[in-house]
């Protein structure tokens, strides 16, 4: 049986002497190993745009379909765009446009934030 | 845009309050710069002026401790709080709080995938996970199961599942696939739902109901508590998959249509959620509005006509799929093509038929692999807003026509495009009615609101419900729910009063207010 289980670990928790459910919440919520970890541009970028961004503007990806209608095949794809700036992509993230919506700093911290805005104007290197 | 305060609370008080959460999750997890990161809490596609729906801050609690901890605090400063898991549900209100000045608690930190037991085919799950992530989760480690979507694959599980959302497997309805809940109640305390009230249960993802009142339901589409931890069900990855795709060339169809689904749905021959998707909706994520039509207003028919022949469409498109073994879904699709034969013109596609955009997204979805192109309907027309219209009616021929003939003739009336899809339960179709405006445009968007009350009240005075709305229309809809006096919501309304007596938890959600 393939089972990951960190209920185990809150088992451990309340046999030493959590009584309560409070502390059996406790005990679950201390073990966080499939959390997902810190990652860089690129991961964030695979995790939180691609899927709207990647190349392909015949809407699979509606940010680049958005962005050939609006200004162009050329401009379509945003690691292919040359025109950006970090600051920009950053409010665009915060504030959303267009049929973007917005990203809050729990979806995507500010240091991460930097690092995805780096990769995106750094043509996805 | 000048930031609301909490009703009630002087700015100093507010002050106090904000720093006091700041002591529980730490002062960088808490959101309150008005014009900074609070902007990322807007509904960014609102069919009302953001300031209506607008926070007064955001916190944004790592642990089930900290959430127990800033409810507390809430009761204390008398804080209103707007809990969201991923703050994805969009065309129903997004991250928003549905009263203005409320703080959004932001569980989107807590995102951990709990348990999967691919034994007994579950997972458990906080309520930050996304389906992008469970998804990429099980494909990492080798984990034989699916994941049922909403259609952006952004969305939360569990978040979709507390606004009783709806996806595209067998494992479609979300509700009836969820089994076990964590819940942080208004005055702090812990719960947990069905077996897992057992300090030592062994089965609290398995067996929804336990012993005694079975809870769940009531903590959905509510504000009675917030969920910290929910057990969801896991589809077995098939031996076999086969979506397939059916057309008819005439509106006039939809009454046959839906008669030839009914009986294929009740007895489980297609498996999914089957749907029935108008022309334009099915056009919308591929194409544009413009190649076809020029003009002000609605497509009308002439235009219909050259689109579909151009993209293989017909004026309704059926999607559903059959899974399990070869021989098994050849007789399913014996039967159901068997039926389908009897409409004239009508045709059928499968894997390898086609390769356009509505065929790989759909495909991907009653296979569980969330992606995002449903939101490329918003390029049919340029719009930078949506919301949607959801009433329930029965699967019959003539309830199907009745709808479409009404919500068509209204939104029309008003200038916008019919862009709708009947999405075919077991008993019950819904009927999601995109709603797509241009947000800078005010005329637009007062005819739009305009709009979206005439379909509300007309649908109701015809027998149907919406199952689900957005925060502007929450009241209204209620207000369709009103048999027996309005006899559901004064329980809500004693329910409310007694679990949550301060009104701490989201007031206004689903049109239920606390009294104070």
């Known amino acids: 049986m393939k089972t990951i289980n960190v209920l185990m670990l809150s088992a451990l928790f309340a046999l030493s002497g959590c009584g309560d459910s409070d502390d059996v919440a406790s005990g ?30 015949d809407g699979v ?10 200004r162009g095949e050329e401009q379509a794809v945003i690691l292919q765009r040359d025109d950006l700036q970090p600051d920009y992509v950053k409010q665009v993230v915060r504030h959303g446009i267009g049929a973007m919506a917005t990203f809050r700093p729990t979806e995507i911290s500010d240091p991460e934030l930097d690092a995805l805005a780096r990769y995106v104007t750094d043509g996805g290197r | 845009m000048a930031q609301p305060l909490p009703e009630g609370i002087s700015k100093a008080q507010f002050d106090e309050a904000l720093i006091k959460l700041g002591e529980v999750v730490g002062p960088e997890w808490v959101f309150a710069d008005s014009g ?9 596609f609102s069919p009302v002026s953001e300031a209506e729906h607008r926070p007064s801050a955001a916190v944004a609690p790592n642990s089930v401790e900290e959430v127990q901890a800033i409810v507390r605090l809430a ?22 709080p549905r009263k203005n000045g409320a703080i959004v608690l932001d569980l989107k930190r807590m995102n951990r995938i709990l348990e999967v037991n691919e034994e007994s085919a579950y997972a458990l799950l906080e309520p930050g996970v996304t389906y992008i992530q469970l998804y990429e989760y099980l494909k990492e480690n080798n984990i034989k199961l699916w994941i049922d979507c909403a259609a952006p694959g952004w969305g939360g599980v569990v978040g979709n599942t507390m606004d009783r959302g709806a996806g595209y497997t067998p494992y479609g309805d979300h509700v009836v696939m969820q089994c076990g809940m964590e819940v942080v109640m208004a005055d702090g305390d812990v719960i947990r739902t069905g077996m897992g ?10 067996f929804k109901y336990g012993y005694g009142p079975y809870l769940d339901g009531m903590f959905t589409q509510s504000n009675l508590g917030i969920c910290t931890k929910m057990g969801v069900w896991l589809m077995p990855e098939p031996p076999g998959y086969r979506p397939f795709m059916i057309t008819v060339p005439n509106e006039d169809d939809l009454y046959q249509l839906i008669e030839t689904l009914r009986p294929l749905k009740i007895n489980m021959v297609i498996p999914n959620a089957a749907f029935a998707v108008h022309m334009v909706y099915e056009a919308g994520v591929q194409a544009q509005k413009h190649k076809y039509f020029t003009g002000k207003g609605p497509m009308p028919p002439s235009a219909m006509k050259k689109m579909g022949a151009d993209l293989g469409l017909g004026a309704w498109n059926v999607w559903g799929a059959l899974y399990g073994p070869p021989p098994i879904m050849d007789v399913q699709w014996q039967a159901i093509e068997g039926a389908f034969r009897q409409i004239p013109g009508v045709k059928f596609y499968f894997e390898g038929d086609r390769s356009d955009t509505a065929w790989t997204y759909r495909s991907n ?50 200038g916008f495009d019919y862009v709708g899809e009947f999405v075919i339960g077991w008993r ?23 709009c979206f009350k005439e379909l509300i009240d007309a649908a109701a005075a015809a027998g149907y419900g919406e199952y689900r709305t957005h925060l502007a229309f929450m009241d209204q809809v209620k207000s369709t729910y009103n048999a027996f006096d309005n006899g559901l919501w004064k329980v809500n309304d004693r329910l409310k009063a007694e679990l949550d007596p301060n009104g701490i938890l989201a ?7 606390p009294q104070k």
């Open chain 2, 365 to 414: 979805l009653m296979q569980g692999i969330p992606n995002m192109t449903e939101f490329s309907l918003m390029n049919w027309d340029g719009s930078d807003g949506h919301a949607s219209f959801s009433p329930i009616s029965p699967v019959t021929g003539r309830d199907a026509v009745k709808q479409f003939e009404l919500v068509r003739e209204i939104t029309n009336r008003y």
């Open chain 2, 36 to 44: 900074g990161s609070l902007d990322s809490y807007k509904d960014a």
């Open chain 2, 507 to 513: 007031p206004g959600k689903s049109g239920i207010w």
């Open chain 2, 75 to 96: 009761n204390e400063y008398d804080l209103e709080l707007s809990p969201i898991s991923t703050g994805k549900n969009y065309a129903y209100g997004g991250p928003a």
């Open chain 2, 197 to 206: 009230a057992m300090e030592n249960s062994s089965s609290w993802q398995l």
């Open chain 2, 428 to 450: 019950e179709i819904h009927h999601i009615v995109w709603m797509l405006y241009h947000r800078a445009k005010p005329e637009e968007m007062g005819r739009l609101q305009t």
């Open chain 1, 28 to 57: 679950l919520d201390a073990a966080d190993s499939m959390a997902p970890a810190a990652i860089s541009g690129a991961d964030l970028f695979a995790t939180h745009c691609a899927r709207c961004h990647n190349p392909g503007a």
């Open chain 1, 61 to 70: 990806h509606p940010g680049t379909q958005q962005l050939a209608l609006t």
